[in-house]
């Protein structure tokens, strides 16, 4: 066993000592050609270290964007219709829209109308156009909605007139444009008419009131 | 011319090997090779020069002597450093480096062989050993003698035992390794390094009889 350790040894000298050749640098040359050519040529490398991140910034930046976005848009129709009903736009309103549209009155007043932006026109305009009265424009809708229902479509075909033909064309005899007015005349009109008989009169009248005046609490 | 021999040996062999190491462990960290490869797999370049310089000439001497051919050799060479770049992507560090190397650098050779099947026994090179410039004349005459008969003796061993000796000299492996490369059992590379190794000690110790 001694001896067989020995003869490596003195083999592996001798080898060692046979053996030193070194690799010819024009086969160096040409291997690191090749690695660095399949390096330049990776699906991996330096594209996909960076998608991931890039991709999450390029999120980021969007959300950031439209948030902004729709937070302008919302802002801008707020200051409009609070500013419409005063049918002149005020110096007031305005300043607001220059605010808004990040421009100071002086520079604002500076830029002649016709290079201000589309975006800008557009708002100002917006911003003086009077508001629809909200009130009426509900009531419009109301009245609408309400000759549209099926109830009112069904009480149209079984020969009755809708609420809004009947206090047109209703007579005098029963009630009177007046006590139609107000739910409480109305109602002591009703009782009067009940009172003297006539039944159907203030059942119709008592359905008129109930449409026209809905949010009256009937006794 | 023995005992010249067993001397150069006392002097040079153990301080050299053990001074390499020793420098080796006090002065840096050496990343492990799968590292660099798997660093490379991540198209780190400068890792792939590191793990090439660090292996290129012993494999380039294991191939030169397993092919006895210097064009081949460079060829295979070549052709080998190419598997290992294109495979680098699937690089899984299963088993150690060299190991990997060693074994894509054998299968070249077996496909080597059987594209040159007119394959011939004698080498047509000459090892590039230089004279120790601290030798005597005496001595360093002796040195070229023994280079000369170990390099024929290398030659005209069996391609299986020189493959052998060499993965064991060249790269280092364990007989378990070598078994890993060459597909062959424990016992048997056992065996054929056993073989390569007396015949090489014969034709280094006994000049006269085997020339």
Known sequence: ?219 | MVSAVRTFQQVHQPLSRQATVAYAAVMDHQPEDSALMLRYKDGDLAAFETLYRRHNDALYRYLLRLCRHRENADDIFQEVWGKIIKAADRYRPTAKFTTYMYRIAHNCFIDYLRRNKRHTHLGDFDPDCQPNPGDLPEMAAERSLARERLHAALLDLPDEQRDVFLLHEEAGLTLDEISSVTGSNRETSKSRLRYAINKLRIAIDEPAETS
Not at chain 1, 17 to 29: G, I, N, T, V
Not at chain 1, 108 to 122: Q, V
Not at chain 1, 135 to 161: F, N
Request: aromatic share 6%.
């Open chain 1, 1 to 219: 066993m001694k001896n067989d350790r020995n003869d490596d040894q003195q083999v592996s000298a001798a080898y060692s000592d046979l053996a030193s050749e070194r690799a010819p640098k024009h086969l160096d040359d040409s291997v690191m050609r090749m690695a660095k050519a399949h390096v330049e040529h990776l699906p991996y490398s330096r594209w996909t270290a960076w998608s991931r991140p890039l991709a999450w910034a390029a999120t980021v930046s969007l959300c950031l964007a439209i948030t902004l976005e729709v937070t302008q848009v919302t802002s801008l129709l707020n200051s409009a219709t609070e500013t419409a009903p005063a049918e002149v736009t005020t110096p007031a309103a305005e300043s607001d829209m220059d605010q808004l549209l990040y421009l100071p009155d002086s520079m604002a007043d500076s830029i002649d109308s016709e290079k201000i932006s589309p975006a800008r026109s557009a708002a100002k305009q917006v911003a003086n156009e009077p508001a629809p009265a909200p009130v009426l424009e509900a009531k419009e809708d109301y009245l609408q909605k309400r000759e549209e229902r099926p109830a009112a479509a069904a009480y149209k075909s079984a020969g009755y007139a809708t609420s809004a033909a009947i206090t047109a064309d209703m007579p005098d005899s029963e009630c009177s444009a007046t006590a139609r007015s107000d739910p409480e005349s109305w109602l002591e009109c009703i009782a009067a008419l009940e009172a003297g008989g006539d039944e159907q009169a203030a059942l119709r009248q008592r359905e008129m009131l109930i449409d026209t005046f809905p949010d009256f609490n009937l006794p």
